[in-house]
Each structure stands twice: as structure tokens, then as C-alpha cells.
């Protein structure tokens, strides 16, 4: 179940807390009980989704310190295919087309030079991980990582110029 559909059901069930039946006591005890079960229950997926993804962000943020090792930046700077890459009269470095995994955009406000392309280079297993993070959560839409170079690494892809 998606968390738009467990948030939906919680707040249903909250909301049903709430409604004035025209039953007799007992009965609208028993009915605001259950609701406040059934609430609790959604509220616990919700919870238990969340700790899976918070454990899974723990290890992205171990994988991306791994990638600022020296020598997985030497490795992955001989690997990388940099003609998916361009920078724009207007200053933006970005990945000029879609090859199904994230978008690159470097905004330029600070001035791209060597150093932060090969930022870009070197984080570009991000791709890899970003990927199996959305389709292993149907609750999370997009992921990203952004640097204090405003470099911005969006997966899925789209077209960062327009």
C-alpha cells in the first residue's frame, strides 16, 4: 500500500473519529474504538515505511562518503563517458540528454570549472542507486543529490534547461 493511500486512510479514519453518529452510546463507543485501531494500524505501516527508507537513505549517505574517497574518484573519473555532458552558453553544465537515469544540473552560479565537472564525473554511481531506491520505494518520487557547488544530480531524468 502507498503512503498517499495509508495517509488517505488515516485521515478517513480520523476523520471518522470525529462524525456525530446517531446511535446510542455503546454502539458509537465500540465504532470510534475500532476506528482508533484501525488508525493506529495505518499509522504503524506509515511508521514502519518510513524506518525502511530512513535505513536506506543511512546507506546512501555511506555510499556517496564512499564515493569522495580518493581512489574511487580516480577510478570513476577513467570510467565516465563525458560527452553526456555540456556546458551551456549561459553557464549551466547539465546532461544533454535522457539515457534513463538521472538529470545533471550544475547552475553556474558558481563558475564551473574542472574541479566541479569532475564532481559531476566521479558521482555519477549515484545514477545506479537513485534508480533501485525508486523502484524499490513506490512512496518516493524522485531523488537527488546537490552540492555546495550548486550542482544538482535529479533522478528521474527531465530536460533541466527548459
Known sequence: MTLF???FMALFFLSVLFLDFSCGPSKKDQELKKAAQELKQVADHINNDF???R???KILADQVTELYQKDNIEKQLNTIDRSKYRLHENGV???HEDDGSSAVFVSGHIPVNQGIKEIVYFTEPLDLIFTQIIKEFP???QAYYNDK???NRIYPYFDVLT
Open 55 to 57: 535505513k536506506e537513505i
Open 93 to 95: 553544465f547539465y546532461k
Open 139 to 141: 512512496e518516493i518520487v
Open 149 to 151: 557547488n550548486s550542482y
Open 5 to 7: 493511500k495509508k495517509t
Open 51 to 53: 524506518s525502511l527508507i
